[in-house]
């Protein structure tokens, strides 16, 4: 099973504006060693957000902790993830969209105050845990569907754009090499750019 997806910002093709932004940012936190802010990535599916976040995570030498937003049915879910955070983690969670109402709710606490609360049956009241200061990365293709006081409390919302025939036929040629040891002549490179629907994933599959 090869893992396609770059492994530093000098890997990715495209997506300059967001890359600029992370760069800086890094570049601030290796420097005060302060969690960098909430951020939010909206764009169509295979356009890239997750490999950002992970590269983020691998440039910060921090933990990466990825998690599919339709997995999480109960705050509790959320919480096992929560408590395996150390500080300047970086959490990833794909298609944020997806996750309940009262789960959204639960979230604006740990974005704001980074307080978690849990429910204890045996107890009248909430248990309130202090976290460590982490980056929540929100990956949506559906922006609208995330409540607004949660939307708010990310600091940057990057737009991921399609990407060009060039931009393709570029991480075809640097994906070739990178993990094949290979040429991949450019005629050939652009035919598979031209069939991947402005899709990376769909480049790497037909590599």
Known sequence: NIDFRP???NQIVGQDDIIEYLKIKISAFKKSRMSIGHILFLGFSGAGKTTLANVMATEMGVGFHPVM?????????????LKNVQQ????????IHALAPKIQENLYGVMED??????????DRPILRKLPRFTLIGATTHSGELNAPLLSRFQYKGQLVPYSIEQLKQIVITAGKRIYDIDVPDEIAIRIAKLSRRTARVSYNLL
């Open 7 to 9: 492994k530093t910002f």
């Open 69 to 81: 937003a339709t997995r999480i049915k109960t705050w509790n879910d959320f919480y096992q993830i």
């Open 88 to 95: 300047n983690d970086v959490i990833f969670i794909d298609e």
């Open 114 to 123: 980074f307080v978690c609360t849990i429910e204890n049956k045996d107890l």
